[in-house]
């Protein structure tokens, strides 16, 4: 323990009676008194508050910058408008991921968030490849809040009213009660919400002025990880990985038009022809969504297979667990392309047993992003 990092609201956390574990290097709040379920069905009728303070910030600047972040991440960079923000991800050779992450257009510079288990890697990545003209500096002095749930925007639009006119993916300087915050409309829990960066000295006062009204609640890394799942978001280093491509792994969306095979900058980042290939004719396996039988979860690790007798692996769980929303366990896997038809039925070994799951459509629950 003694060599875990602890993120500006760690005092608060424990004041507040959390279970602390180690996380990516860092001492976190597993759960707080509310519970695991409490806290995943309060974000979703109210709002919940998360320290993600352990997540990496990261300014890109310079007149070289869109380019040259083009040529790593297979998104449209150079079209996206000062003050707006979009999912991305960094690629490897061979067309896997090596983080997924949120890019913001700050005008002067590019504000990245990278996963905490990544951020030294990716930072030593961006700065080996960038020309003279552009600089890569972590931000190491800020911490990060994650404000979710229907109630969100009314609970922020008490410190301040503009953020009522931020539509999803919007970032903007907001002074929230003397605190100059860095805010964008977004989140990973499928529902409507902001990320807020601050200095460090303002978390812990912000986060207490907060979680002070009656429709905030702290939320731990347990309920964090159920929203994700319920919402159909990927987790690095579980869902996606430096051997999944976007493609197989169903970000497709996220990779614009312009980047695709005939666009204005079609290619020229890492893996380009592996992705594009998939692009046009198809991934050889794909990340579905299941949903087990019955009321046992099935979790990350469990071997899937075509039926009952089969000694052929299918696919293994990447991500499981009960849903809180849908009344009952969840899951990701990746399984060929033939089986992820929606509606198909595999199986998974739990205890020397083999039970059903179903093929189902991502999201488990909609998204309920302001657009």
């Known amino acids: 323990m003694t060599d875990l990092k602890t993120t500006p609201l760690h005092a608060l956390h424990q004041k507040a009676g959390a279970k602390m574990v180690p996380f990516a290097g860092y001492h976190m ?8 379920m409490g ?69 002067d510079h590019f504000l990245l968030v990278v996963n905490a288990a990544c951020k030294d890697v990716d930072l030593a990545h961006l700065r080996a490849h960038m020309p003279p003209d552009v600089t890569v500096t972590p931000i190491p002095d800020r911490a990060l809040l994650a404000l979710q749930g229907p109630l969100a925007e009314d609970v922020l639009a008490d410190l301040n009213a503009s953020v ?17 915050a860095w805010v964008s409309r977004s989140g990973y829990t499928g529902e409507d919400g902001f990320e807020i960066s601050v200095p460090e000295s303002d978390a812990d006062p912000l986060a207490r002025r907060l979680l002070a009204l009656p429709d905030v609640e702290p939320i731990g890394l347990g309920a964090r990880d159920s ?24 970000l497709i969306w996220a990779i614009q038009k312009v ?32 949903r087990p039988e019955g009321r046992a979860p099935m979790r990350e690790g469990v071997q899937l297979f075509a039926d009952h007798d089969s000694d052929a692996v299918i696919g293994t ?43 189902t459509p991502l999201p488990f629950t909609p998204a309920k992003f302001k657009r």
Do not use: W
């Open 317 to 359: 769980i990447t991500s499981g667990g009960f849903g809180p929303t849908v009344g009952g366990p969840v899951a990701m896997a990746y399984v060929s392309a033939d089986l992820a038809t929606s509606g198909t039925t595999v199986f998974g070994e739990l205890r020397g047993k083999r039970l059903p799951l179903t093929v």
């Open 29 to 36: 709040p597993v759960q707080f008194p509310l519970g695991v």
């Open 227 to 250: 929203l994700r799942l319920e919402a159909g978001l990927c987790l690095y280093g579980h869902d996606i990985g430096p051997d999944t491509s976007p493609i197989e792994a169903g």
């Open 259 to 290: 980047r695709r095979a005939g666009g204005d900058r079609a290619g020229g980042f890492p893996g380009a022809d592996r992705i594009l290939d998939e692009i046009a004719f198809g991934a050889t396996r794909k990340r579905v969504g299941l």
């Open 164 to 180: 009522r006119d931020m539509a999803f993916m919007d970032v903007a300087t907001v002074d929230l009660g003397g605190t100059e």
């Open 39 to 107: 806290e995943h069905l309060h974000t979703r009728a109210k709002a919940g508050l998360f320290d993600v303070s352990h997540m990496g910030q990261i300014r890109v600047e310079g007149p070289g910058a869109a380019p040259a972040l083009e040529a790593l991440i297979p998104v449209d960079i150079a079209g996206l408008a000062v003050g707006r923000q979009r999912y991305g991800f960094l690629t490897n050779a061979t067309g896997g991921l090596l983080d997924d992450l949120m890019l913001a257009n700050r005008g």
